[in-house]
C-alpha cells in the first residue's frame, strides 16, 4: 500500500489506512511509539510499563475484603500490625 507523505503544519505526516492501524490495535487519537530500525520507520502500540496497575488493583481487592495474604503462614512478625 502507498501513500504520500503530507506537510501538517511545521511538520510532516502520512494517512494511515484504518486497516493497518486494525493489525495492530489502534485507533484515532491512540498514542502509538515510533522509532527507526533498519532505515525504516516503525510504529507500534506503546508498551504498559511493568506493574502497571497494580496499586489501583490491590486497592480494590483490598476494598473488597481480599486483601489478606495468599499463603499466610509465610507472613513476617507484627504484618498484622500493618495499616494498607
Do not use: T
Not at 520507520?41 to 488493583?57: C, E, L, Q
Amino acid at each position: 500500500m502507498k501513500s504520500a507523505i503530507r506537510k501538517m503544519g511545521n511538520s510532516h505526516g502520512v494517512i494511515i489506512p484504518k486497516p493497518l492501524l486494525a493489525e495492530i490495535g489502534a485507533k484515532a487519537g491512540d498514542e502509538v511509539d515510533l522509532a527507526v530500525k533498519g532505515g525504516k520507520i516503525v510504529i507500534a502500540p506503546p508498551r504498559k510499563a511493568p506493574r502497571s496497575g497494580w496499586a489501583a488493583d490491590s486497592k480494590r481487592l483490598v476494598e473488597a475484603g481480599e486483601g489478606g495474604l495468599a499463603w499466610p503462614e509465610f507472613a513476617n512478625d507484627g504484618d498484622q500490625d500493618l495499616k494498607w
